[in-house]
């Protein structure tokens, strides 16, 4: 008896030591020679070198004199790094006192949230700076926030910036990250495919107009071309119908409220046009893609809505198609409703771990939030900005030399002014990311490619999201 | 000193001393983070607000529909992985060891080269071979059949056929190896007294070789029910991140993952990784007692 006692328990050690041998293996399979691409982004979470030796990290640059005060920051999209290299360029020539120096490493989306999330949780290992996505920063936010209150370093730019776009990256009045950019959602036409078939994109006021220009397009092309691609992998056109109607799929008390007339009108109009062989659902997902911009630049669809900052996409992926899109305010249920909802974001913020907190504070609101700031991230990131004065300067809507004021039938500033009182604002809270996963993982794709029916597939994502802590 | 000495001479406690490098080491890596897991599995953790919340992580896992799926799909990919990853390997075994095959030792190679190569790597590929599009490779070869072309990565079974594949490609020359270690311990004798016996080669096959092969089945068996369960890097791959349509290839790991690391959850995906020790030590146990294992060796 004590002996089956005793194998008992070897088995048991056995099994437990069999974690320890899969976990190890692994790790030695990726360490062979000339496969060093990491991917347990499980285990080496935190690990600052992680980056260098798996070949993960995609660009790290150091910008500054060895003199000054030395800083680590993380950004997700390479651009930004650059135009943060330019704004810490300039704040060393202002500040001859208070020089700085920053080493900037681009790590993919995924893995730098999650590496900075496990620094926090960990205690140690957090860049000085770090870039967090808006749909990511409510993770960020629960327990004790790990990082700096901006709050008195953005009081100094604060009236020019844009109060909503400060307030998504708060919690209780304490403000952590500095605004990007207040992300407007526009249609972008492809002006060439629409004249083909008779269509004038400025005549297009509610859906209704726009299913009548997609029926045109359809029968123009013989079903070739097709008016939009629906997503199956993004909640963009849900956001502007809640926009529209004035919704927001999570409550005043942070619940999931996500059976709302104005999605399934959204959800219904869009099946329609499947049905009807008006749009396809988007390759990939979503247009912000490869399989996105290629079907973009085939000219298989003829529009979509996406927010500003998506212009430098079409400078980066399709600048063959300059002169042939336009920029429009979306259309909607009823004439009167908004036509715009702002979408996305990056927020910069500033760790508890940084020993010169108050000098990284200081110098990423000043790159972020002052005139000079706007301007660069305007030219360089073709982004909507907080500073909404920039929006009618002249001098930078009136620069034909602008790369994207060149590429554009129509000048982006005067489809930004336009709308400019209409633009809504979706709550990010902690709910959120559960509810994107929901829509993006099993309603769309149960609803556009399976034939689900719409209510009670939210029905059902709405039980499941209850469980949820929020 | 003399009693140090006594200490390190005793039969008795020599042994302890040479094992004790290990146990310190698995104690200390294993352990306790073992109990760490048990412990954080009752709380909820966030930075600076670890609170004790008694069992609701468990309360919660019973109501959570997605969680129950990663169960279902791992259980799935466990049991078709065991289907083919057992027999198959075992009969090519039986072949290689036979006299007709020529040039054993670069089959060996050949078979045993896919589990050199990094899953990243090879995930990527199998990645861009089932992709949507009429030009990636499976949909060539099913047009060259007459079918149209499939959206692989989008539906639950196909899916599940391009792990599987993944799975086969890449473990069936280990298992082999396995299995002709194992043949390698059949004693020759017992051959030559069967071929005066005049028995054909499957009779030596079915008994000779399968009855004897057993300890290796039961390995491979234990092995491969926690490496079908604990199955993830696979999964994330093959969909480029820990999201797939429908969850379609969302593991018991890949929801661990995506609770304690995707979404700072650590209590949360403690419970799930309790879970899935308590199924996988479960099914190996009641395997291992079906087996006789822990019968008294019968000599």
Partial sequence: ?470 | MKSLKKVLYSQKAAPYVFVLPFLLSFMFFWIYPLFSTVKMSFQSILPGQVEWIGLENYQKLLKDRVFHLAIKNSFTYMFWTLVLLIPFPMIYACIMDGKLVKAKGLFKALLYLPALTSVVVAGTMFRLMFAEMETSQMNQIVQWLGFGPIKWLKGKYTGMFALLLVACWRWTGVNMLYYLSGLKNIDNSLYESAEIDGASGFKKFLYIQLPLLKPTTIYVLTISIYAGLAMFLESFMLWNGNASPNNIGLTIVGYLYRRGIEKNQLGYASAVGLVLLAIALFINIIQLIWNGTFKKEER
């Fill in chain 1, 1 to 470: 008896m004590k002996k089956k006692l005793l194998s008992m328990l070897l088995c048991i050690v056995m099994l437990a030591s069999l974690f320890a041998a899969c976990g190890k293996k692994d790790d030695a399979d990726n360490k062979e020679p000339g496969t060093q691409q990491g991917n347990d982004e499980g285990t080496d979470e935190g690990n600052d070198d992680a980056g260098d030796e798996e070949g993960e990290a995609t660009a790290i640059t150091t910008v500054g004199p060895d003199s000054g005060t030395k800083m680590e920051m993380w950004t997700f999209v390479e651009l930004h790094s650059q135009f943060y290299a330019e704004m810490l360029n300039l704040w060393n020539e202002q500040n001859p006192d208070k020089q700085i120096q920053i080493t900037f490493t681009t790590y993919p989306y995924g893995d730098m949230h999650n590496k900075l999330l496990m620094s926090n949780q960990a205690g140690t290992g957090a860049p000085d700076l770090c870039d967090i996505e808006i749909s990511q920063f409510p993770n960020f936010m629960q327990g004790e926030v790990q990082f700096r209150e901006l709050n008195e370093f953005v009081d100094k730019y604060r009236d020019d910036i844009v109060p909503a776009r400060l307030e998504i990256y708060s919690k209780d009045g304490k403000e952590y990250g500095a605004p990007t950019h207040v992300g407007a959602t526009v249609m972008f036409y492809n002006t060439e495919i629409l004249e083909k078939y008779g269509v004038d994109y400025t005549t297009i006021k509610t859906w209704d107009d726009y299913t009548e220009a997609a029926k045109k397009v359809a029968e123009g092309s013989n079903g070739e071309v097709y008016m939009t691609s629906v997503d199956t992998g993004g909640t963009d056109w849900l956001w502007v119908a809640m926009a529209e109607y004035g919704e927001d799929y999570t409550t005043d008390e942070g619940a999931p409220n996500i059976e709302l007339q104005s999605i399934k009108n959204m959800l219904n109009m869009q099946k329609g046009w499947l049905d009807e062989g008006l749009a396809i659902v988007s390759p990939g997902g979503h247009v912000d893609l490869e399989e996105g911009f290629a079907n973009l630049g085939d000219g298989k669809i003829a529009s979509f809505p996406k927010a500003m900052w998506f212009m430098s996409r079409f400078l980066n992926y399709l600048p063959e198609m300059a002169g042939k899109w336009a920029i429009a305010p979306c259309p909607v249920f009823e004439e009167g409703q908004p036509r715009s909802v702002g979408i996305g974001g990056t927020g910069t913020v500033v760790s508890l771990q940084s020993k010169n907190a108050d000098l990284a504070a200081e110098f990423i609101t000043f790159a972020k939030l002052s005139y000079e700031g706007n301007v660069k991230i305007w030219e360089v990131l073709g982004f909507d900005t907080c500073n909404t004065e920039i929006w009618s300067d002249p001098e930078i809507t009136s620069d034909t030399s602008n790369q994207y004021i060149a590429y554009f039938v129509n000048n982006p500033f005067d489809a930004l002014n336009e709308i400019k009182d209409e633009i809504g604002v979706i709550k990010v809270g902690k709910i959120n990311p559960a509810i994107s996963e929901q829509f993006n993982l099993t309603i769309l794709n149960n609803v556009f490619e399976n034939g689900a029916d719409i209510d009670e597939e939210l029905k059902m994502a709405q039980e499941q999201l209850e469980l949820e802590d929020y």
